[in-house]
């Protein structure tokens, strides 16, 4: 069963096809490092570890680059407001993102390089490219010739002239044509900054992430990912840079994330509706967000406000119960054959299908949801064998190891799935099952949980 992914580059779902076999090289843009996160953020994190995560499940072994961009003027700024240098600056919010992400289930990448620590590479692959005739200098600054490179402007498929139309120069630019952009930035007096063949001065941004790459993955790689909103310039000029400089394709596969908009409106300083991700993990469950992410597919935008994440919690929590109530059943299962092969196959093959399908966690969760209907099912079912809720569970692990939802089974119930026992239970007594009604006495006895029925219902409390 082949994987088909959207690729930015010829905008069609392709076959993939990674050059080694065995092997997947994944590049992804990664932040810049001098604020917390905001959702917007915390979107291609999720997304793009999910994506790894399926290229895993399917036995390549995948190296994942994600880089931290940790020089910038943005960077020196506000180092320059607190009063402090900027790699204590940068080290604090290097931190901040490993935390925010990996509550949300993100996994290191197998290396997370770092501008600052790649500037004599940055240093000799421009004077490459002002070798080969791609790049000129202006007063200790040096520029990128875009006119030179016949191929620029054919991942965000505009015709060049709208982008030159588009494009600005600044007032403290010296460069010939607007498309035009900076390898090389002349430091500022009492900016931190590198010696160079062209003076003092640091890199600028897009160069980078062609460094980066190719010094950690190689002169080609499969996949480029990164936010929508990074097509052009950015991925543009990297794409401009590397395939100048190596003489190679630089990328095969280009992923781009949709965005993230606020009550329908664009995340903005001047709207003041900036959501922080670590604001968020405090306000709900982490693998709350990334499930409400996730039920998305990463292509198409995606509205936030907190009534869409409490909708996407009730299927959560469905989820989440059915899960439990499979490894509660097992206690009362009887010994016997596995019972339910063929439905789970064929739930297992539906779901590898959304997911071979320009990963499409969206309909991959539904698929979910038909393997809850059955647990549920198979729970109700008096003979229910062991060996049939283990295969539910190891289904259930499965497809949460995909999206990443670090879903353990609890050993102390939590007060929301108490409250749902206790609803399952009144439903069970109406529906005369009396035999689930006391098996829900005794799982919840066994917790220390003590019931009390009263006219307004059933109350409890712990033991
Ligand atoms: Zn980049």
């Not at 809720?389 to 670090?406: K, P, R």
Request: charged content about 25%; aromatic content about 10%.
């Amino acid at each position: 069963m082949t994987i088909k992914m959207y690729n930015t580059l010829t905008r069609k779902k392709e076959i993939f096809q990674p050059i080694d076999p065995k092997q997947v090289k994944m590049y992804v843009c990664g932040p810049t490092v001098y604020n917390y996160i905001h959702i917007g953020n915390a979107r291609p994190a999720i997304v793009f570890d999910t994506i790894r995560r399926y290229l895993e499940y399917r036995g390549y072994d995948v190296k994942y680059l994600l880089n931290f961009t940790d020089i910038d003027d943005k960077i020196i700024n506000e180092a320059k407001q607190l009063n402090e240098d900027v790699e204590t600056l940068t080290n604090r919010f290097i931190t901040a993102y490993k935390e925010d992400v990996g509550a949300l289930g993100v996994r290191p990448a197998t290396h997370h390089p770092r501008v600052t620590e790649t500037i004599d590479e940055i240093i000799q692959f421009i004077a490459d490219l002002i070798e080969k005739g791609f790049a000129y200098q202006v007063n200790g600054d040096v520029y990128y010739k875009t006119r030179e490179f016949k191929n620029y402007g054919k991942l965000s498929a505009q015709p060049l002239d709208d982008l030159r139309a588009g494009a600005r120069i600044q007032v403290d630019e010296h460069k010939k044509d607007p498309l035009d952009f900076a390898l090389w930035k002349a430091a500022k007096q009492g900016e931190i900054a590198w010696s160079s063949p062209w003076g003092e001065g640091r890199p600028g941004w897009h160069i980078e992430c062609s460094v980066m790459a190719k010094k950690h993955l190689g002169a080609t790689i499969d996949i480029h990912a990164g936010g929508q909103d990074l097509t052009f310039p950015h991925h543009e000029n990297e794409i401009a840079q590397s395939e100048a400089r190596n003489g190679k394709k630089f990328a095969n596969y280009w992923l781009h994330n949709g965005y993230i908009t606020i009550d329908d409106e664009k995340m903005s300083k001047s709207l003041g509706n900036f959501v922080l991700a670590r604001d968020l993990i405090k306000q709900y469950r982490p693998e709350l967000i990334r499930f409400f992410m996730l039920s998305v597919h990463y292509r198409q935008p995606i509205n936030f406000n907190d009534a869409l994440i409490n909708q996407s919690k009730q299927g959560f929590d469905r989820i989440v119960n059915s899960y439990q109530n499979v490894h509660y059943r097992m206690g009362s299962a009887s010994e016997g054959d596995e019972q339910y092969q063929a439905k789970l196959l064929q739930i297992k093959d539906e779901f590898i299908n959304e997911m071979n399908d320009d990963f499409n966690t969206a309909n991959a969760i539904s698929v979910l949801y038909e393997l809850v209907k059955e647990a549920n099912l198979a729970i109700e079912n008096p003979e229910v064998t062991k060996a049939s809720l283990a295969s539910f569970l190891t289904l259930f692990d499965q497809f949460f190891s995909i999206l990443g939802l670090n879903l353990t089974l609890q050993d102390e119930l939590i007060d929301e799935e108490i409250d749902q026992l206790l609803v399952e239970r009144d439903e069970a007594r109406a529906a005369k099952n009396f035999a689930r009604a006391d098996e829900i006495r005794e799982l919840l006895k066994e917790q220390s949980i003590i019931l009390e029925d009263t006219a307004q219902g059933t109350r409890w409390k712990r033991g």
